[in-house]
């Protein structure tokens, strides 16, 4: 699923993304918790989804939550942290912010 989404998401096919990641993202949660680093980047995807949408609060309420969340267990300075802080600052930038 997770793959699928990624292709529809290279088309620029966001709704059909969209509701992907959303399966995929409540599955990850279920089956290994919110904090798992792979519940964090599915997160992360859909966030991009919403962000290539102009969907701004929405993708901005996943990413502070991603990027706390990764900050807290993987660490300040990890890769995947580093990429959701980048994400969060494209979505202020497009903001205007």
Same mark, same amino acid.
Do not use: C, F
């Given at each position: 699923?997770?793959?699928?989404? $990624? #292709?529809?998401?290279?088309?620029? !096919? !966001?709704? =059909?993304?969209?509701?992907?990641?959303?399966?995929?993202? =409540? +599955?990850?949660?279920?089956? #290994?918790? %919110? =904090?798992?680093? %792979?519940? #964090?980047?599915?997160?992360?995807?859909?966030?991009?989804?919403?962000?290539? &949408?102009?969907? !701004?609060?929405?993708?901005? #309420?996943?990413?502070? &939550?991603?990027?706390?969340?990764?900050?807290?267990?993987?660490? %300040?300075?990890?890769?995947?942290?580093? +990429?959701?802080?980048?994400?969060?600052?494209? $979505?202020?930038?497009?903001?205007?912010?």
């Amino acid at each position: 699923m997770s793959i699928l989404s $990624t #292709l529809y998401y290279a088309h620029g !096919w !966001w709704m =059909e993304a969209e509701q992907l990641e959303v399966q995929v993202m =409540e +599955t990850r949660k279920r089956v #290994l918790g %919110d =904090e798992h680093p %792979d519940t #964090l980047t599915s997160m992360n995807n859909l966030a991009s989804t919403y962000r290539n &949408q102009g969907r !701004w609060t929405e993708a901005e #309420l996943l990413e502070v &939550q991603v990027m706390e969340t990764s900050s807290r267990v993987l660490g %300040d300075k990890h890769p995947s942290t580093l +990429t959701s802080i980048a994400n969060l600052a494209s $979505t202020y930038r497009n903001q205007g912010r």
